[in-house]
Nanobody, 125 residues
Framework: DVQLVESGGGSVQAGGSLRLSCSASGYTFSDYCMAWFRQAPGKEREKVARMDNRYGTTYYPESVKGRFTISQDNAKNTEYLQMNSLKPEDTAMYYC???????????????????WGQGTQVTVS
């Protein structure tokens, strides 16, 4: 069975940093696209980072570009999200998600991701 398990969330003051981890099992990690999404209360779930693990290519929306960095450790089947210069508006539940990559790339919408973790809370005050 495919499993994604996030860790590393917590409470931090504005300007601080956190690193989230997503430990994956049950599939060939390096063949997949991995993404981090977040959802704040009353808001839509939004993508904050994506990596095509086949090629190492990444995507970030403008809201986090320059502050968040996604990375992978294929030997550990783990994806990371380094978050720096955190702002109160970054407060949300953060989820990692996985989808098999295709010849056109990675899914661009939330519905394209097949597997999801349970989430880890990030609170910035």
């Amino acid at each position: 069975d495919v499993q994604l398990v996030e860790s590393g969330g917590g409470s931090v003051q504005a300007g601080g940093s956190l690193r989230l981890s997503c430990s994956a099992s049950g599939y060939t990690f390096s063949d997949y696209c991995m993404a981090w999404f977040r959802q704040a209360p009353g808001k839509e779930r939004e993508k904050v980072a994506r990596m095509d693990n086949r090629y190492g290519t990444t995507y970030y929306p403008e809201s986090v570009k320059g502050r968040f960095t996604i990375s992978q450790d294929n030997a550990k089947n783990t994806e990371y999200l380094q978050m720096n210069s955190l702002k109160p508006e970054d407060t949300a539940m953060y989820y990692c998600a996985a989808a098999r990559g295709t010849y056109v790339g990675c899914p661009t919408v939330r519905g394209g991701y097949t597997y999801w973790g349970q989430g880890t809370q990030v609170t910035v005050s």
